[in-house]
């Protein structure tokens, strides 16, 4: 039995999503299809706690991941996965349960489950051992004032005359050479037009 991986996101950080007007990006896993096979991953594209039924019935398999991880931590996981999750859907079948199909679970199935999260859990933990900012934040530290937080931004948009392109330019350099994940160019780009209008920085 083979388990065909169908991720297929370029992304440099293809797990990551977050929806205009809500403070935290969404949540992210690896998904396993009993049914059809497959294993993937992705953002989950529900706000709050809605479950889809092929979910609730269990004929697909969640396991949580960091939102933040890179492209290619992803793609390993998968593959490191990929042995587990033939265990599982080899230790698979479904249930009429009176008034649904279910999917239930031998005990190896159920260890091999055990394992994937195992695996999830040691590629969270090193993706949260990096600092990971979005929008400005990662101009400076979390402590530094609003005040402190403008003048990096007025210097960085003088320097380049105002061209917000530029400066994004050179804030990701700045974030490469310092090893720091950079995430949300685009509400990167919206901060600075916005800043701006609303500051005098010539």
Known sequence: MTVEIIFNSTEQTPLYAKYQGQTNCQTAFVELDL???TLDADSNGEIGNAVPMEVWHKRVLRFDVDPHLYLEDVKELLEAITPFAERVIAGSEIEWNGSNHVWKLNADAEEACAEIENLCETVNNHAESHHVYTGLDFLVSQQDSDEVIDE?????LRQHEGNVQAAIEELR?????QSIRLVEMYELEEALEEFKKNKTFF
């Open 152 to 156: 990096v931004i007025v210097m960085v």
């Open 173 to 177: 350099h700045e974030a490469d050479m």
């Open 35 to 37: 049914e059809e096979e």
